[in-house]
């Protein structure tokens, strides 16, 4: 029997999407953004999925200062590949997303392959009070953001990338996507292999059923072939039982608060360590290995810590 290949588990640590009043574990100054990223990869995720957050408040930012000030800091405590967002907040130019990763040079970005409504604002009928002024409005008119990424966005991430030699994780959020990435590829803005993050539950794009997995991953063998690498992404209470599924079928998992502030269902979790935790023990508890950094390396084909700008 041909051994199975080990596990990458990502971890995305704040996101854009969830804010302060949702969950005290969620970090968003630069202390604590750096101590649950090292803690994740302690736990066992070999790339960390990075964000900023303004200090003062918690909200989203893209300023590349607001990276500087955790970057660095990640980077000398762990072995764990660096992934950061290109995209950022739903309110900013793609000319603005594509900043911090232009300026730090990570061996890995996330890279969104299409236009399409993307809201949580559900979420703001949850809660009677709020710990910032901001958040309620950011959450309740999520109903009105139109997440942009055209193909000329998508070329302009791609050029403007180039000669950094970054690994993009394509972000798929529906079958469309991937025939997105498809002509991109055959127009030469990336080569294999990729690495495809089929991402379900989000309220604007496919949803968290095993049967969508099935299919977007069928549709994948049929665009790709063997020139790609997989992971899921499962949205609030999808995210263990997908990425669960996904590793038994030979792929990779993202788990982390950008994705779900819960460890269990009704439960918040403590941290995204916990989570991280809670997915190595049943991706090993079912007998599969989990990835460590320098092995996800070799599986991505990244260009190594030694080229980063940070």
């Known amino acids: 029997m041909a051994k199975r290949p080990r596990t990458i588990i990502t971890c995305a640590i704040t996101g854009a999407i969830h804010t302060p009043t949702m969950s005290d ?16 990869a302690e736990a066992g995720a070999s790339i960390l999925h990075l964000h900023a957050r303004r200090p003062e408040d918690g909200g989203v ?17 762990t072995n764990a590949v660096i992934n950061i967002s290109t995209g950022g907040s739903l309110k900013n130019s793609i000319e603005e997303r594509v900043a911090p990763a232009k300026r730090f040079s990570p061996e890995m970005c996330s890279l969104n392959m299409g236009s399409m409504n993307f809201s949580f604002h559900p979420l703001a009928k949850r809660y009677d009070s709020w710990k910032f002024d901001w958040e309620k409005e950011y959450v309740a ?20 990338l180039a000669s950094h030699d970054i690994k993009f994780e394509h972000e798929c959020y529906d079958v469309g996507h991937l025939y997105n990435l498809r002509f991109c590829m055959d127009i ?3 080569k294999a292999p990729i690495f495809i993050q089929f991402i379900f539950g989000i309220l604007g794009g496919i949803g968290p059923e095993v049967d969508n997995l099935i299919f977007m991953k069928r549709t994948a063998d049929r665009l790709f072939g063997d020139e790609y690498r997989w992971s899921v992404l499962g949205a609030g209470g ?4 997908l990425a ?4 038994q079928m030979g792929g990779n998992v993202r788990v982390g608060l950008e994705d779900s502030l819960f460890i269990s269902r009704g439960e918040l979790a403590q941290s995204n360590a916990q989570q991280v935790a809670k997915i190595r023990q049943i991706i090993e508890s079912l007998g599969c290995e989990v990835a460590t950094p320098d092995e ?14 940070f």
């Open 238 to 241: 999808a995210q263990m039982g």
């Open 25 to 40: 574990a969620l970090p968003y100054s630069a202390d604590d953004i750096a101590q649950q990223a090292v803690e994740a």
């Open 188 to 190: 030469g803005l990336f």
């Open 141 to 160: 008119n999520s109903d009105t953001y139109i997440f942009r990424n055209t193909f000329r966005d998508i070329e302009t991430v791609a050029t403007e």
């Open 244 to 247: 669960t599924t996904a590793s």
């Open 61 to 77: 930012t893209i300023d590349p200062d607001a990276f500087s000030t955790f970057l660095p800091r990640i980077k000398q405590a």
């Open 296 to 309: 996800a390396r070799e599986i991505l084909n990244l260009k190594g810590a030694d080229r980063v700008g």
